[in-house]
């Protein structure tokens, strides 16, 4: 049966922020380069979905979005095994499904179908290697803060404007010469959506995590990786909790930014090093399960020079 046409929308935070540029290089972040050296990167992710799939019940169909993502970032290593690092993402969305089929009086001022630009959050951290052998292990922190007033509330939103503390752990091995092992997980604690009384009370606290299994070919240029991404939001509200007939309620109305979005994507990619200072790469992830999200997969293309 097609939902009834309430006043609402089916709109999620976007998470492909995480999963295009912020772990498109998880199999690198156990290791740290030598002191001194310093990576600059640019990254491109596609990312398109075409419903939003709910936790019960039938899925919310011709409602994607559309995504466009550029992320410039810069590591550096000021001492042995520290490395600071710094990301920007931009990102250009356009809502792709039928206009007007999820209205929404909370807001949804970019579900018009046109393109929408804006940055994002900004993320500031810093990563430590405490062991090479026999795995190396690199804890991290770093915080993310919103730097632009993007649509949080639609089918088609750039994030949830949420300011976040994120502590992680990267465990790495090398087997053999040219095999690799590489396993990421990142907790954050995340500010509550507090726009009013009654979403505030929704946590956002979340889990990320990666793993990766990778293979260096032609004197370690290419390097060739299998991965899986997943979130899982500890808190938050689900589509089959919420009452879309009360277009009153403030839990309806800005439902997008307090869901308890869980997303799951498995894909692969591939690196090649042109140079000892430029490398490209090429990756991508495929949507398999999720709740209270879209079905977005990921195409992400990357480049890193390393002027130092």
């Not at 046409?5 to 492909?16: D, E, G, Q, T, Y």
């Not at 001492?79 to 931009?90: C, D, E, Q, R, Y």
């Not at 308890?260 to 399960?289: K, M």
């Amino acid at each position: 049966m097609r939902p009834c046409r309430v006043v609402f929308s089916v709109a999620v935070a976007s998470a492909l922020v995480a999963f295009g540029s912020g772990w498109s290089d998880a199999h690198a972040q156990a290791w740290v380069a030598d002191k001194g050296a310093l990576d600059l990167s640019l990254d491109y992710n596609f990312a398109t979905s075409d419903k939003v799939v709910v936790d019960s019940g039938a899925d919310f169909v011709s409602a994607g979005t559309t995504t466009h993502q550029f992320t410039l970032g810069a590591e550096y290593v000021p001492v042995s095994n520290l490395a600071l690092n710094v990301a920007l993402p931009f990102a250009l969305l356009a809502y792709n499904g039928t206009l007007n089929a999820y209205p929404h009086p909370g807001g949804g001022s970019y579900d018009d179908g046109k393109a929408h630009a804006t940055l994002t959050d900004l993320r500031v951290g810093a990563r430590y290697q405490v062991l090479d052998e026999p795995l190396a292990l690199t804890p991290h922190i770093a915080v993310s803060i919103p730097v632009a007033d993007y649509e949080t509330v639609g089918n088609t939103v750039a994030g949830r404007h949420l300011k976040a503390l994120h502590l992680g752990l990267a465990i790495g091995r090398v087997i053999g010469e040219a095999t690799y092992v590489h396993l990421v997980y990142e907790f954050s604690v995340v500010e509550k959506y507090d726009r009013m009384p009654a979403t505030a009370q929704f946590g956002q606290d979340r889990s990320d995590f990666a793993a990766t299994i990778g293979h260096k070919l032609l004197d370690q240029k290419l390097d060739i990786h299998i991965d899986a991404n997943g979130r899982i939001t500890h808190g938050g509200v689900n589509f089959s909790e919420i009452n879309f007939m009360d277009n009153t309620s403030d839990v309806t109305l800005y439902h997008d930014a307090i869901l308890a979005e869980n997303i799951y994507l498995v894909g692969g990619g591939v690196g090649y090093q042109l140079s000892n200072a430029l490398g490209v790469s090429l990756s991508g992830r495929l949507f398999v399960a999720g709740k209270n999200t879209q079905n977005a997969s990921v195409i992400a293309l990357g480049v890193t020079w390393s002027p130092l």
